[in-house]
């Protein structure tokens, strides 16, 4: 598998291979389906699950409730997930941290064992953003900045093991800089610190970053994904940048338990390739900045062990951990 997500999947967009194709499963859906969300309801995993509760319904003809259990970044929702019967009336959505937590947190279950991925949903990049008062205009500029002030700058994240941390650590390793992590309660505080110079650096996603950076609130330096983005495309990568291999993005999948039978697996990955293929669905989620996947879920079960590799590393060579 290639290091960027959508030229290693590309394959998955058109669905299961013929060659693996299940029997289809006409009695199914016969009662609502329960979505899971981690989050609370107005984050962004819970607004793109919304949208693809609402399009499932749609397409299946049975209602998806949405059902939010925040808590422990995530780790309450995954418990229950683990331990719903594998009937296929449980469906389960997650993003990154559904491969953080379990190795800065202890948690009741495992994620090879007790899931059954079904879709690789889409990814979104983050952008790294500095306060217009920072005497750098480039990702190198930043560097050498941060190599003559080691500990002095300061960088914002919204959680232990958040992918903002995650981002900002792997560039430090990367660059073998010492820039000094200060933890906030959630993104939008996270972000508002850097507008008000309380720390000078940080990774926000890139759909919260670029209003900022195009109203002169913040400089924008790069962009974490493999590719630029079409919303800024005079932007470059981290890569094109000078920090080699550098990709942290943050995606959205979904998820069964394991044991689901592969007939209902396979048949609710199709519909929802078909739901992200509807024009507004698109629209709405490039605007977004969103980039579309739909990996099935061989393909998702390969990128989960890859994202598991990559941030193990990160998490160890950091020392992050939940006190």
Do not use: C
């Not at 003809?61 to 995530?74: E, F, L, M, S």
């Not at 990955?269 to 605007?287: C, D, G, M, N, Y």
């Not at 990128?303 to 941030?311: A, C, G, L, T």
């Amino acid at each position: 598998m290639s290091p960027g997500i959508a030229g290693a999947l590309l394959a998955a967009v058109a669905g299961v291979p013929a060659a693996h194709a299940q029997p289809a499963v006409p009695s199914y859906p016969q009662r609502p389906i329960r979505m899971l969300v981690p989050f609370p309801a107005g984050g962004p995993t819970d607004i793109v699950a919304r949208t693809i509760a609402q399009r499932l319904t749609d397409l299946l003809g049975q209602t998806i409730v949405v059902d939010n259990r925040g808590g422990a970044n995530g780790v309450i929702a995954q418990t229950l997930a683990a331990r719903a019967a594998p009937d296929g009336y449980t469906l389960f959505v997650h993003s990154v941290a559904f491969v953080v937590n379990s190795m800065i947190y202890k948690v009741p279950y495992d994620n090879e064992r007790d899931f059954q991925p079904l879709t690789l949903v889409q990814s979104f990049p983050l952008m790294l953003v500095i306060h217009p008062s920072v005497a750098a205009n480039s990702v190198k500029e930043l560097v050498a900045l941060a190599r003559e002030r080691p500990g002095k700058l300061l960088y914002s994240s919204y959680g232990q093991g958040s992918i903002a941390q995650l981002a900002a650590e792997m560039m430090k390793t990367a660059e073998t800089i010492d820039i000094t992590h200060v933890l906030y309660k959630g993104a939008p505080q996270g972000l508002g610190a850097v507008v008000a110079n309380e720390v000078q650096v940080s990774f926000p996603s890139f759909a919260t970053g670029a209003p900022l950076v195009k109203q002169g609130r913040l400089k924008g330096l790069a962009v974490t994904s493999r590719k630029r983005s079409p919303q800024m495309p005079e932007m470059p990568t981290m890569i094109e940048a000078g920090v080699r291999d550098f990709e942290a993005t943050s995606w959205f999948g979904s998820f069964f338990p394991a044991g689901t039978p592969a007939a209902i697996v396979n048949r609710m990955h199709q519909e929802t390739v078909k739901l992200l293929r509807i024009p507004e669905v698109k629209a709405s989620f490039e605007a977004q900045a969103f980039e579309i996947i739909a990996a099935g879920p061989s393909e998702f079960r390969t990128f989960i062990r890859n994202e598991q590799v990559k941030y193990a590393k990160v998490i160890k060579a950091a020392n992050i951990r939940v006190e």
